[in-house]
Nanobody, 125 residues
């Protein structure tokens, strides 16, 4: 059974930092793109960042460029999201996702086949 388990969410003041982790089990994703998405109440789930299987290609939503960094450790089957200079508008449930296609890059929710349960990030002003 494939599982993606996020951790590292919580409550932080504006300007603070959090580091999210997503540990995969049940299969390896070392040849697959992975991504982070977020969903605020009443809004759609949007991509935050994505990373290619080898970490050479990354993508960031405009709203997080320069503040968030996605990385991965294929040996640990884990992807990370370092979030700095957090703003109240970053408040959302953050989801980790994995693409089942090998060696590709994925940007949209429909391109991802495996999802974590989400972790809440709340940024207070």
């Amino acid at each position: 059974q494939v599982q993606l388990v996020e951790s590292g969410g919580g409550l932080v003041k504006a300007g603070g930092s959090l580091r999210l982790s997503c540990a995969a089990s049940g299969r390896t994703f070392s040849r697959n793109a992975m991504g982070w998405f977020r969903q605020a109440p009443g809004k759609e789930r949007d991509i935050v960042a994505a990373i290619s299987w080898d970490g050479r290609n990354t993508y960031y939503a405009d709203s997080v460029k320069g503040r968030f960094t996605i990385s991965r450790d294929n040996g640990k089957n884990t992807v990370y999201l370092q979030m700095n200079s957090l703003k109240p508008e970053d408040t959302a449930v953050y989801y980790c996702a994995a693409d089942s296609k090998a060696y590709g890059m994925a940007y949209a929710t429909y391109e991802y086949d495996y999802w974590g349960q989400g972790t809440q990030v709340t940024v207070s002003s």
